[in-house]
């Protein structure tokens, strides 16, 4: 195996050969190593690399496998950690400047299981500060950049993690989502990332103030969707260090991969995702349906009411959940904000109690809309990001036009990049994005396959499907 294949490796491709001695884990991670070396100061996508620990561990599994201790897929596979997931021993700074020296002595729990299953951690990635953004510049540690395009961002909050992904500076990673911080970078770097179903994945370790209680999700960024799935078997599951974590069966998820979806149905909901998309995107959209179509499957307009309603529920859940735990930073360090962020953590100390209870009940209404659709259908399928990837300066301005139309990023709907992530937050549905095109000017779409609660098996399924069929499955991003 030579270092022109990793742009394009995958877990599925390499780990027989790593199981049957054909590749060993010291040298695939030497080889990551090199390249996160060479790649890191052009694309920022790491933070604080661990190169002595990863071959420590790399040896560690390669005398292990030796002895026929082969513990399963992601056993010597080098991963990254998003940086605001708790890691022993190791800088997380949640990509803020009030945790610039913050080591933990303790794993978040899918960083544990990720250890447990073998795999080899390469380090810490960038963020968005306290995963509060859809761009993921960061005004402290630096701004990750596109591999599709340097001037461009990647998406956020887990910016650093899609990067490092897409680069073939990872095989894979994981990242957390409470409003599309898995799927948004996901779509903007053209890998797969998928949001689970809330409570199928622990949330112990992550850490507080980066994501609200109730829409707040950890799950993984890959570049197959075989590998989404080899991922999803390790880190899923009930975690007794997390009360919220749900106790319903994890499934065989390779199982469903490969078997056919003639028969399946597909729902649109109209009225509010072409609200926000641009036409350029709803086109690659429609462009796999028509391919979904030719598998086999059936595609219907479905209706959840109260859609409109979405972003408001949104933000009353989980900027008002995620600042109640960063309270101590904010009358302690406030000086250690960036001046938007601090903004928008008092924005949210301004919402009553009243408000927040009512967005609730209203979320209650929507969250039944969608399990009615999904009486009908077996999937909803939508956009993952209204606009490809934009510049990094486009996104410090104010707004972008959108199809001749003058569109602010930040206005009265909210976070213009996540209005088609954030209804599967409120949900809390499974979601994954996947790629299903490229922009006139080269830039990756995404879309998003979403299924009932604990149907990550049916996402998958459809992912994968799509996946085998498409042309644009197997493209890498043009790096020097």
């Known amino acids: 195996m030579v270092e022109k294949d990793l742009a394009t490796l995958t877990i599925s491709e390499v780990a027989p050969k790593i199981r049957d001695g054909e590749v060993s884990p010291v040298a695939l991670t030497e080889l990551y190593l090199e390249r996160i070396e060479r790649l890191n100061p052009l694309l920022s996508a790491y933070l604080t690399p661990t190169p002595e620990s990863a071959l420590e561990e790399a040896a560690a599994a390669e005398k292990e496998i030796r002895s026929g201790g082969y513990r399963g897929p992601l056993h010597g596979i080098p991963v990254s950690i998003k940086d605001n997931f708790a890691t022993r021993g190791v800088r997380t700074t949640a990509g803020a400047k009030a945790l610039s020296d913050w080591v933990p002595d303790f794993d978040a729990t899918v960083v544990t299981r990720l250890r447990e299953a073998g795999a080899i951690s390469l380090g810490k990635t960038n963020m968005h500060e306290w995963a509060k953004g859809s761009?993921?510049?960061?005004?402290?540690?630096?701004?990750?950049c596109n591999p599709w395009d340097r001037d461009r961002i990647p998406g956020g909050s887990s910016s650093g993690s899609a990067v490092a992904v897409a680069a073939g500076m990872c095989m894979a990673t994981v990242g957390t989502d409470a409003a599309g911080s898995v799927r948004n970078p996901a779509s903007m770097c053209g890998i797969v990332g998928l949001k689970p179903t809330y409570g199928r994945v622990s949330v112990h370790g992550g850490v507080p103030g980066t994501g609200g209680y109730s829409t707040n999700h950890f799950g993984p960024l890959t570049r197959s969707v075989a590998d989404c799935a080899a991922m999803m078997q390790v880190i899923a599951g009930h975690d007794p260090q997390d009360p919220l974590s749900s106790r319903e069966p994890v499934p065989d998820y390779a199982a469903s991969l490969g078997s056919s979806v003639e028969g399946m149905r597909a729902g649109i909901v109209k009225g509010y995702f072409e609200r926000f998309a641009s036409k350029e995107v709803m086109q690659a959209l429609s462009d796999a349906l028509e391919l979904l179509r030719s598998l086999g499957m059936a595609v219907e307009e479905v209706t959840v009411p109260h859609m409109d309603l979405v972003p408001a529920v949104q933000l009353c859940a989980s900027r008002v959940e995620s600042t109640a735990d960063a309270e101590y930073y904010l009358r302690n360090h406030a000086r250690d904000y960036s001046p938007s962020m601090l903004s928008t953590q008092i924005q949210a100390l301004t919402v009553s109690g009243g408000m927040y209870n009512q967005s609730q009940r209203i979320r209650r209404l929507i969250c039944d809309g969608f399990d009615e659709a999904l009486d009908r259908v077996d999937v909803?399928?939508?956009p993952t990001s209204p606009v490809p990837a934009l510049s990094i300066d486009e996104s410090m301005g104010g707004?972008?036009?959108?199809?001749?139309r003058k569109q602010p990023l930040q206005g009265p709907d909210g976070n213009f990049l996540t209005l088609c992530t954030i209804p599967h937050n409120v949900s809390g549905l499974p979601s994954l994005s996947i790629?299903?095109?490229?922009?006139?000017?080269?830039l990756p779409?995404?879309?998003?396959?979403?299924?009932?609660?604990?149907?990550?098996d049916t996402v998958l399924k459809v992912a994968h499907a799509y996946e085998q069929a498409s042309p644009w499955t197997g493209k890498a991003p043009p790096l020097p």
């Open 445 to 456: 779409i995404g879309m998003q396959i979403a299924a009932g609660a604990f149907r990550e």
């Open 399 to 404: 707004s972008v036009m959108v199809d001749g």
């Open 435 to 442: 790629n299903c095109g490229f922009s006139a000017s080269g």
């Open 135 to 144: 761009h993921g510049v960061n005004p402290f540690y630096g701004t990750p």
């Open 380 to 382: 909803i399928l939508s």
